[in-house]
């Protein structure tokens, strides 16, 4: 009879939880302690592995399923499972922010470390010294998440053909680059001409500078929204950014869309 009755809660609970009737923490302890509703709420809620009871924390494929959905839980399962690869694996590959809490074993794991930043490239700041002497690699972390460049020793910062190299990727790294660096006007201009959208990022000191906005647009005339002051009105910059993509019309100031030498510009290139 008991068995019974059990039975159709059960019932009733993994339908409820599917529909999203009541959550997993509502539960009483009895229904908690069943793996099966467990995975059920898993599937639809993302922390239940918070409230799993502790005969359940180390049930292997109750922690798989919780880190499909959080990898950050991995900072609450067992030191035991902590070094079960798969299980790192898991979490990094939903969050790259994980690696902080994986086994010291798994931050030198080429493999993990890959699947981690690809994931997050805050994770970077978790992986195995010999990596950082790596510059193939630092430079995919970057092209995966181009804030990583923040993470990256000083002499990075400093390495101009690793800095362009990583601009064609991702032109706000202009910001993290070497202080001294920003203010080379030379290499400034190097880098524009590599990624037009470095324009945004350029210092204060450059931003009314007619030959480092006509470069941008010229590479990408969509840079164009970030041209500042007086600039916004320059006819030639305006005609350069129309000519390198006719979309940048959307973004050049209002009163300038009626100027005929501009309006005949779009008309041109608008039928190359």
Not at 122 to 141: D, I, M, T
Not at 198 to 208: A, H
């Given at each position: 009879?008991?068995?019974e009755?059990?039975k159709?809660?059960?019932?009733?609970?993994?339908n409820?939880i599917?529909?999203?009737?009541?959550?997993?923490?509502?539960?009483?302890?009895?229904?908690?302690?069943?793996?099966?509703?467990?995975l059920?709420a898993i599937?639809h809620?993302?922390f239940?592995?918070?409230?799993?009871?502790?005969?359940?924390k180390?049930?292997?494929?109750?922690?798989?399923a919780?880190?499909?959905?959080?990898?950050?839980?991995?900072?609450?399962?067992?030191?035991k499972?902590?070094?079960d690869?798969?299980?790192?694996?898991?979490?990094v590959?939903?969050?790259g922010?994980?690696?902080?809490?994986?086994d010291?074993?798994?931050?030198?794991d080429?493999?993990?470390i890959?699947?981690?930043?690809?994931?997050d490239?805050?994770?970077l700041?978790f992986?195995?010294?010999?990596?950082f002497?790596?510059p193939a690699?630092l430079?995919?972390?970057?092209?995966?998440h181009?804030?990583?460049?923040?993470?990256l020793?000083?002499?990075?910062?400093?390495d101009?053909?690793?800095?362009?190299?990583?601009?064609?990727?991702?032109?706000y790294?202009?910001?993290f680059?070497?202080?001294?660096?920003?203010?080379?006007?030379?290499?400034?201009?190097?880098l524009?001409?590599i990624?037009?959208y470095?324009?945004?990022?350029?210092?204060d000191?450059f931003?009314d500078d007619?030959?480092?906005?006509?470069?941008?647009?010229?590479?990408?005339?969509?840079s164009i929204?970030?041209?500042?002051g007086d600039?916004?009105?320059?006819k030639?910059?305006?005609?350069e950014?129309?000519?390198?993509?006719?979309?940048?019309?959307?973004?050049?100031d209002?009163s300038?869309?009626l100027?005929?030498?501009?309006?005949?510009?779009f008309?041109k290139?608008?039928?190359?």
């Amino acid at each position: 009879m008991e068995k019974e009755f059990y039975k159709k809660l059960k019932s009733k609970t993994l339908n409820d939880i599917a529909s999203g009737k009541i959550t997993y923490d509502k539960l009483d302890n009895i229904l908690r302690e069943d793996k099966e509703i467990v995975l059920e709420a898993i599937r639809h809620e993302s922390f239940v592995y918070y409230d799993v009871p502790e005969i359940l924390k180390d049930d292997r494929e109750i922690v798989l399923a919780s880190l499909k959905k959080y990898g950050l839980m991995l900072e609450f399962v067992s030191d035991k499972l902590k070094k079960d690869r798969e299980i790192v694996f898991t979490a990094v590959k939903q969050c790259g922010f994980a690696l902080k809490y994986a086994d010291k074993i798994f931050k030198e794991d080429k493999e993990i470390i890959h699947e981690a930043i690809k994931s997050d490239g805050w994770a970077l700041q978790f992986v195995g010294n010999k990596f950082f002497r790596n510059p193939a690699f630092l430079f995919l972390a970057v092209k995966y998440h181009g804030y990583a460049f923040e993470l990256l020793p000083k002499k990075y910062k400093k390495d101009k053909t690793f800095i362009e190299k990583c601009i064609k990727e991702h032109g706000y790294i202009l910001r993290f680059i070497d202080p001294k660096l920003r203010l080379n006007y030379l290499f400034l201009e190097k880098l524009v001409k590599i990624n037009g959208y470095c324009l945004k990022y350029i210092p204060d000191v450059f931003k009314d500078d007619l030959n480092l906005a006509l470069i941008a647009v010229k590479q990408n005339g969509l840079s164009i929204s970030f041209v500042e002051g007086d600039l916004r009105k320059n006819k030639e910059i305006i005609i350069e950014a129309i000519k390198q993509n006719r979309e940048s019309y959307d973004f050049i100031d209002n009163s300038m869309k009626l100027d005929k030498d501009v309006s005949a510009a779009f008309m041109k290139y608008s039928m190359i």
